[in-house]
């Protein structure tokens, strides 16, 4: 990418967040924690979407540590053949759980990376 294009980007990935994380409120937190598999609202599907756009180094995922039984959060380096580095976040005890985790680890995120759109 030329710096333009990537300053272009960078403007318009600025602006994304901040509409997005303007969407997160209680109800859409508790909406997801109710039913972290869907389906869901229209406003807790954007911020889904928003999210699940992020790059994959960095990414949060759901492991299985004892299948069934437990579960955890894992950060996928970007490398491939390279397993998710597992957190000491957890355990929790079922699926949706772990993932209604992750959705408040990516919202915590998305809201501190939100700040005025610089231009």
């Known amino acids: 990418m030329r710096d333009r294009e990537l300053e272009v ?24 924690a109710a039913n972290p598999t869907g389906p869901h609202g229209d406003v807790l599907q954007r911020v889904l979407r928003h999210l699940r756009r992020a790059p994959l180094p960095g990414k949060y995922v759901v492991v299985a540590t004892r299948p069934w039984r437990e579960y955890r959060i894992g950060v996928f380096s970007g490398v491939r053949g390279e397993a998710p580095a597992v ?33």
């Open 9 to 32: 980007y960078q403007l318009f990935d600025a602006g994304a967040r901040a509409r997005t994380a303007a969407l997160v409120t209680e109800e859409v937190i508790a909406e997801h």
């Open 87 to 119: 957190l000491d976040d957890g355990p929790y005890g079922t699926e949706a759980e772990a993932m209604h985790a992750v959705f408040l680890r990516r919202v915590a995120e998305l809201r501190s990376e939100s700040g005025p759109v610089a231009r």
